[in-house]
């Protein structure tokens, strides 16, 4: 299940950079492989796989122009793979937020049927912004969200922590994070054994999977 999972998340991310890939190239054809890695925050190489793997397919074509530059383009076969992957991309965007946010629902439920009336989010990323969005109308309210590599500094009016014995009145907390969500998992469980965490179902899923 967990293998399944990665790996889905893996093809995605590789058809979300050929979709920046293929939009970048449709906005301005003097875009460069560095260019691009840089945008997106990729290495050269990968970047230059990519442009390759596009150029194989037909979605994208070069062509030279004066002074030795060349120019990427989008083809009619390209301009056809943008759309398909922008409908595909809405229609995943929409799934995940609804799957997502049922799921945290249902664990901020638990969480509060448990007694638990202030909690502290693990993660900053996509899925912690759900849980910031599903909290205002739980029983329970997010104290703050905890990310090591302090990236952000606060989010949804609350501070974001390094560390989880920054927040102010966390009584439990909620995993909120797909990477490295096995990572986070133990690492919490091994710093503050005591502290109740509590696990929404789809991440569950790389946790508990993983583990055996």
Known sequence: MAEKLIEKERAERGQ????????????????????????VGIAKGL????????????????????RQRYLYYLTPKGFAEKARLT?????????????????????????????????????DGELAEIAAVVSEEAAVEIVGFVSSDGARKRMARCPVATDWLELDGAEAALLATLDDAKVTYDDFRERYAHVPLYVPAQIGALVWDQQT
């Not at 890939?21 to 054809?29: C, S």
């Not at 230059?48 to 037909?58: M, V």
């Not at 629902?105 to 502290?120: E, K, L, Q, S, Y």
Request: hydrophobic residues 45%; charged residues 20%; glycine residues 6%.
């Open 16 to 39: 979300g950079i050929v979709l920046q890939l293929l939009e970048h190239v449709a906005e301005d054809d003097a875009v460069t492989q560095a260019q691009f890695a840089k945008r």
């Open 47 to 66: 970047a230059n796989a990519y442009f390759n793997r596009c150029l194989q397919k037909g979605w994208i074509k070069l062509r030279q122009v004066p």
């Open 87 to 123: 409908a595909s991309f809405l229609s995943y965007s929409y799934k995940f937020y609804r799957d997502a946010r049922a799921d945290l629902v249902a664990t901020m439920a638990d969480a509060a049927n448990d007694g638990h009336a202030r909690i502290g989010v693990l993660g």
